[in-house]
Every structure is written in structure tokens, then in C-alpha cells.
């Protein structure tokens, strides 16, 4: 049974930091995208990064509006993903969820944006940023 479990969220100052952490068991981690997503009150859940498998070369994916700020790693012997959240603002208050891919492997970025392709999620971690 694949079980996601994430950790880390909180309340914090707008300008502040979180890092977000989330173990993955019950699959060959290293093997599969892993992503977080975040939805906020009253709209839909929306990508924030990825971290892919691939070769060679970047294998992180960001959406625009957290590009910069946020940073997504994995530690494949810990099992483990993370999200190093930077400068944050009240926008970014939402839930964070965590998400393994439906497929193994190399996936595309096109592949990586959509939660529809993730198969596996954690319950969430609340992140809530003060103006």
C-alpha cells in the first residue's frame, strides 16, 4: 500500500520560510515524479512543482508563480520530497498536498502539470502566510 505522508506546514509572516516535507513508502521511490500541489479556500488545487526522473541534466519544474521563491529536492535514500518555500506572501496560504505519479519513469513537463497523473496523494499540510 502506497502511503504519503507530509509534514512541515504552519503559520508564518509574510516575507518568511517553510519547508515542507513529505515520506513516501509502499513504492520504488526513486522511480516515480514526485510533485506538490496546493488548493486554497474556494478554488481549485493547482501545481506548484515537480521533481521528475530523468537521465541527465534539471529535473525540477516550477509553476510561474512560485518560481524562484520555491524550491523542490528529494533525498531518494530517505524517501523523501521536499519543498523549501522562500519570501512567501498571503497568496501562497493554502493546503499543500504531496503526489507520486501514476506512471514510473521519464514523464514530460506537459505530464507533470496535470494532478490527474498522480495516482498517490498525502493528506495535506496547512500553510497559512500573515500579511
Known amino acids: 500500500q502506497v502511503q504519503l505522508v507530509e509534514s512541515g506546514g504552519g503559520l508564518v509572516q509574510a516575507g518568511g520560510s517553510l519547508r515542507l516535507s513529505c515520506v513516501t513508502s509502499?513504492?520504488?521511490?526513486?522511480?516515480?515524479?514526485m510533485a506538490w500541489f496546493r488548493q486554497a479556500p474556494g478554488k481549485e488545487r493547482e501545481f506548484v512543482a515537480a521533481?521528475?526522473?530523468?537521465?541527465?541534466?534539471?529535473?525540477?519544474v516550477y509553476a510561474d508563480s512560485v518560481k524562484g521563491r520555491f524550491t523542490i529536492s528529494r533525498d531518494n535514500a530517505k524517501n523523501t520530497v521536499y519543498l523549501q518555500m522562500n519570501s512567501l506572501k498571503p497568496e501562497d496560504t493554502a493546503v499543500y498536498y504531496c503526489?507520486?505519479?501514476?506512471?514510473?519513469?521519464?514523464?514530460?513537463?506537459?505530464?507533470?502539470?496535470?494532478?490527474?497523473?498522480?495516482?498517490?496523494w498525502g493528506q495535506g499540510t496547512q500553510v497559512t502566510v500573515s500579511s
Open positions: 503526489a507520486t505519479a501514476t506512471d514510473s519513469g521519464f514523464r514530460s513537463r506537459s505530464y507533470l502539470y496535470h494532478h490527474n497523473n498522480y495516482a498517490y
Open positions: 509502499g513504492r520504488t521511490f526513486s522511480s516515480y515524479a
Open positions: 521533481s521528475a526522473v530523468t537521465w541527465s541534466g534539471d529535473n525540477t
